[in-house]
């Protein structure tokens, strides 16, 4: 069984800043793409940042230069900096990776339960 557990959301100031993680767990084979999505109060879920296995990265234009995505290919992790963060940014954060299980075939997507993330004065 996969999962994807996100953490590190929370309450900040505009301006501040915040750095999410997300841990995957279980029999896995190997980590393909992973991604941050984010989804407002009303709004559509959309994808914020993506890190392929080797490490090439893309953002969303409405965070570049503030958020950055990285990932550890030992731990299983992806983590997203978000910096000079915006009340536009309040918002259900969600991790997603496409993994391959022990034993599977392809790379199902897999997602997270999602982590608050509000920024208010």
């Known amino acids: 069984q ?3 557990v996100e953490s590190g959301g929370g309450l900040v100031q ?3 800043s915040l750095r999410l993680s997300c841990a995957a767990s279980g029999s896995i084979f190997s980590i393909s793409h992973m991604r941050w999505y984010r989804q407002a ?6 994808l914020v940042a993506t890190i392929t296995s080797g490490g090439i990265t893309n953002v969303a234009d409405s ?4 958020f950055t995505i990285s990932r550890d290919n030992v731990k299983n992790m992806v983590y997203l900096q978000m910096d000079n ?3 536009e ?3 259900v954060y969600y ?3 496409d993994i391959r299980a022990e034993g599977g075939i392809g790379y199902p997507t897999y997602w997270g339960q999602g982590t608050q993330v509000t920024v208010s004065s």
């Open 41 to 46: 109060a009303g709004k559509e879920r959309e």
């Open 89 to 91: 940014d309040t918002a």
């Open 14 to 16: 505009p301006g501040g």
């Open 85 to 87: 963060l915006k009340p």
């Open 95 to 97: 991790c997603n990776a």
């Open 63 to 66: 965070v570049k230069g503030r």
């Open 2 to 4: 996969v999962q994807l």
